[in-house]
């Protein structure tokens, strides 16, 4: 079974190092008879044995900048970050992706709370409101339309300035945030920006340039779509949920 673990672990060979005991034990059992499945505990206890545990993220930086004197939007969330129809509710937030140099890059997310797609995205190396937009842009570019939408955030000065509510207002999108230095309001789009240097990185502290990093999002999101199981939606990657959602849709119909 270490093999095999190991060879789902293995990048080069379609894998991702920060698989832990959960998601190995789903891909082991993907397709395999009841009769043949493996328990979690034992996945986990052997790759406890075999040192094969997922990476764990090492450090994080705040990239929050309030506005004092910005528009306050209200909570339209309420910490229900729970899955269900796509299309309905976003999540966003900025984090950044260190440069061996002593640089940074900054990505903005948007994410469907309905399948935990990352519908939207953008990297640059400024935290200048564009970053957000463009993230934003994106997500409507994958949707075909985001009116009626709810987009969630922080008060980041970013996401509360004028030019990033004329968007809103552009794109139908209601905006919504949380209250001022409470983490747990966005909790989600915070454990993405973990979840995400966590798997990026591998356990290094830097990337070694700017092109290496560009490239590994870019890799990184279409694999979180398209290949990444998340336990929220039944440990299977996001596609594959708004695809099985829009048959049972079509049934019932």
């Known amino acids: 079974m270490a093999a095999r673990i190991r060879v789902l672990q293995d990048p080069a060979q379609g894998g991702d190092r920060a698989y832990g005991a959960p998601r190995i034990t789903a891909d082991l059992n993907d397709g395999v008879p009841v009769a043949e499945r493996v328990n979690h505990k034992r996945v986990a206890r052997v790759m406890r044995e075999h040192r094969l545990a997922g990476i764990r993220l090492r450090r994080r930086v705040k990239t929050t900048i309030p506005d004092q004197s910005a528009r306050r939007f209200p909570d339209l969330i309420g910490r229900d970050f729970s899955v269900g ?96 230095g409470t983490s747990a309001d966005n909790s989600l789009a915070e454990s993405f920006n973990a979840t995400l240097k966590r798997e990026l990185l591998a356990g290094r502290s830097a990337f070694p340039d700017q092109a290496t990093a560009y490239r590994a999002v870019f890799r990184w999101a279409n694999r979180y779509n398209t290949r990444r199981r998340h336990s929220a939606i039944g440990n299977i990657s996001p596609n594959a949920y708004e695809a099985a959602r829009s048959a049972t849709l079509a049934e019932a119909a």
Request: aromatic letters at 8%; proline letters at 2%.
């Open 85 to 180: 129809d796509p299309g309905r509710r976003y999540v966003g937030d900025i984090t950044y992706l260190p440069i061996a140099d002593g640089t940074n890059l900054y990505l903005a997310s948007c994410i469907d709370l309905g399948s935990r797609k990352l519908a939207g995205w953008q990297v640059a190396d400024h935290m200048r409101t564009e970053l957000v937009e463009d993230a934003l842009r994106a997500a409507h570019h994958d949707r075909g339309s985001l009116v009626g939408a709810i987009f969630h955030s922080d008060h980041g000065s970013v996401y509360t300035s004028k030019a990033y509510a004329a968007l809103c207002e552009q794109l139908g999108v209601n905006q919504s945030t949380g209250a001022v």
